[in-house]
């Protein structure tokens, strides 16, 4: 079984950055493909970055955000700049051993998510 918890999140006025991190129970990588997501009220969840060997984001974060690793710690970090009002939302970190990167189905293991709210 694997345990993903996420920490990190806040309040920050538009324009302002916020990491999130995200450590997993044991040295899960060389398994496991980790990614975020994130879901805002009234909406479904939704891809935001994903990493393995390669990077993975969504369009409307691409040169915002940094989805990084580090194996020694298990933790994966997203690095959040340029925030928006419309980035508002809970973030969830999740792991997959197989499947596509951007379907949230396809993955196994979820955080319990980390609330993150940009002011305008």
């Known amino acids: 079984q694997v345990q993903l918890v996420e920490s990190g999140g806040g309040l920050v006025q538009a324009g302002g950055s916020l990491r999130l991190s995200c450590t997993a129970s044991g040295r899960i990588f060389s398994r496991y493909a980790m990614g975020w997501f994130r879901q805002a009220p009234g909406k479904e969840r939704e891809f935001v970055a994903a990493i393995t060997w390669m990077t993975s984001y969504a369009d409307s974060v691409k040169g915002r955000f940094t989805i990084s690793k580090n194996n020694a710690e298990n933790t994966v970090y997203l690095q959040m700049n340029s925030l928006k009002p419309e980035d508002t939302g809970v973030y969830y970190c999740?792991?997959?051993?197989?499947?596509?990167?951007?379907?949230?189905?396809?993955?196994?293991?979820w955080g319990q998510g980390t609330q993150v709210t940009v002011s305008s």
């Open positions: 999740a792991a997959r051993k197989d499947g596509r990167t951007w379907d949230r189905k396809d993955y196994d293991y």
